[in-house]
């Protein structure tokens, strides 16, 4: 007989570090599009993908057949040793649908942090320059270099100093926050006044839609700003799109709204639809800096992993998930509005696509963020039968990142369970 989630989560406590956390003591036993079941049968709802790994569902069965019959083959040669034919097969996919009309090239890795790391290793040996600027409220990984880069102290980056040097943050454009373009814009011209000159800067790297951070998009015009102000100093830009990336914004890449093209992109998350995959896609005149032996890893590109992504690139056109996305998106944030209209809790709802979020405050004050309140709605929302992320600079949004393969009922089902879920922590508010 399986064990309860209570006798795994007990295990779980002696033998797996507290520092790796879980936002529900439930264990998963099988999963199928947008829907988990646990080691006890209970059936969940999925809106977190996997935390944005998953935009093609739970165990797609164009992915899990072309895994299998990757393993028929071989499991690992290691590209840097034995190369094979895939791996070439799938960069050449890579290289045309990136948002950059130069000559490309593509780097395989196992993880987003070590997509980020590329790049600035990139960056900084095709410039000679040293420096990085990043945003606030940025996430770009849990290495000592990705921390150095996110702009989030908790609970990412307290306790784990010091890091790399030659990092700053400038304010990212976010409109509900306060932020304006202008005030971004003059926040890079004062670090260049007073912290780095422009000319020791090799990139800045930004997020065109903030993961972690909140949801927040940056607009198209501040995007082009920001591209001018890269060719004007010899900076290479550098978008993180691990979370935003393959279709989930409506576009294949989230920087394609603003119609500016990237130097170097960083992918990772859904484009191997749940196995470990990451890219660092650019500039063909930049990797060729890099001598043999400077970039790679001994699993980097994983043969299995890489099956999986060949799949999932040909799903992109296939089952027009670029479309699904925008069309989920507008079912997703009409339903949201609604419920803000009840809820004053809820002060905003935002897009773009289908990387939606709702944030929650006091009296639909933005200056009020309840962090309580979102940290209740997930656990209720679990109890439910629904999964849920919650994520925020303030830790008081909620993001939905729901399969976009997944079927209208399933989702209409969720936003069921949503309703009442937050009508529940609405009425047993703790007192103040």
Request: net charge neutral; with cysteine.
């Amino acid at each position: 007989m399986s064990q309860t989630n209570q006798q795994w989560q007990q295990r779980r406590v002696d033998a797996v570090p507290q520092g790796v956390g879980n936002a529900l003591p439930v264990y998963i036993e099988r999963a199928k599009n947008a829907e988990l079941w646990d080691v006890e049968g209970r059936r969940y709802i999925d809106f977190a993908s996997g935390i944005a790994v998953l935009n093609t569902g739970h165990n797609h069965p164009a992915v899990i057949e072309a895994v299998k019959a990757q393993l028929d083959h071989f499991t690992h040669p290691c590209f840097q040793v034995t190369p094979y034919g895939n791996y070439i097969e799938l960069a050449e996919r890579l290289n045309k649908l990136a948002p950059i009309s130069e000559p490309c090239q593509t780097l395989f890795l196992t993880t987003g942090a070590e997509a980020v790391e590329n790049a600035i290793k990139v960056a900084r040996i095709a410039t000679g320059r040293s420096a990085v600027i990043a945003f606030r409220g940025a996430f770009h990984g849990r290495t000592l270099l990705g921390m150095a880069l996110t702009g989030k102290v908790q609970p990412y980056k307290k306790g784990y100093g010091p890091f790399p040097a030659g990092i700053y943050h400038a304010p990212y454009p976010a409109s509900y926050l306060g932020v304006s373009d202008t005030q971004a814009l003059a926040s890079l011209a004062g670090i260049f006044a007073a912290d780095v000159s422009p000319d020791e800067v090799a990139a800045i790297i930004i997020e065109p839609v903030q993961g972690e951070g909140g949801f927040y998009a940056a607009s198209p015009e501040f995007m082009k700003q920001l591209r001018a102000l890269c060719d004007k100093h010899g900076i290479v830009l550098i978008v993180d799109e691990i979370q935003s990336g393959f279709c989930r914004t409506g576009k294949t890449f989230a920087i394609e709204h603003s119609g500016v093209e990237p130097d170097l992109v960083t992918m990772a998350k859904s484009l191997a639809g749940g196995f470990p995959l990451a890219a660092l896609v650019g500039k063909k005149s930049l990797f060729d800096k890099a001598l043999p032996g400077g970039l790679g890893g001994t699993y980097a590109g994983s043969p299995v992993s890489i099956a999986a992504a060949l799949a999932v690139t040909e799903l992109i056109e296939k089952e027009r998930l670029n479309e699904r996305a925008q069309a989920q998106g507008e079912r997703l944030i009409s339903r949201l509005k609604e419920l803000a209209e009840r809820y004053d809790c809820i002060g905003d709802v935002r897009g773009p696509g289908a990387m939606v979020a709702m944030e929650l405050v006091e009296g639909r004050d933005s200056h009020r963020p309840d962090k309580t309140l979102t940290q209740r709605l997930v656990q209720e929302a679990g109890r439910q039968g629904l999964i849920l992320l919650s994520c925020g600079v303030r830790a008081n949004v909620i993001r939905f990142l729901i399969p976009l393969t997944a079927e209208k009922e399933i989702i209409d089902e969720g936003l069921n369970i949503l309703s009442s879920s937050l009508e529940m922590v609405q009425n047993t508010r703790p007192a103040k």
